[in-house]
């Protein structure tokens, strides 16, 4: 079995070196633990802005969890070809159209952790609601307090 892997890989490099195959870059879609604990110290307000644009855009636009899904991978994928609700979120999930001042990676690093915390609540199916009923009871709560 090891065998076989390892002709596997070495095929691989073979082909790689002479331009047969080229490996697209993969884009990190979740935070790491690490990272999603330094933006709720350091940035509560870019999650808190990121999850209020979804709940306000996607009940605008009858949104579910698939199109959240669908919207930040969109963004952090840089995949720009996203039709119906889903790309009224990502249009909406632009730092400068929302006034917000931050870099490019900080405002990912926050997506990061907003699509993790969409993949653990929710299986992001058609018709699934369970994270944009989370995030609307979180974002009101944050608005009392």
């Known amino acids: 079995m090891h065998d076989k892997i390892a002709q ?8 790689e070196r002479e ?3 080229v490996s697209a870059p993969q884009v990190k879609l979740k935070a790491t633990t690490g990272e999603r604990n330094r933006m709720t110290q350091q940035h509560p307000r870019i999650l808190l802005k990121i999850e209020q644009t979804l709940v306000a855009v996607g009940t605008e636009v009858g949104a579910d969890d698939a199109d959240v899904d669908t919207a930040i991978r969109a963004i952090l994928e840089r995949k720009p070809t ?3 609700a ?6 909406s999930l632009n730092p400068s159209q929302l006034q917000f001042s931050c870099d490019e990676e900080t405002w ?6 907003i699509y ?5 609540r929710s299986k992001c199916r058609r018709g699934d609601t369970d994270y944009l009923d989370y995030a609307t ?3 009101a709560n944050a608005a009392k307090g």
């Open 116 to 120: 993790r915390s969409v993949t653990t």
């Open 19 to 21: 331009g047969k195959v």
């Open 8 to 15: 596997a890989k070495k095929r691989r490099a073979r082909r």
């Open 137 to 139: 009871r979180f974002v």
């Open 86 to 91: 889903a790309q009224q979120l990502v249009e």
């Open 108 to 113: 990912h690093a926050g997506l990061r952790v």
């Open 82 to 84: 996203v039709r119906g």
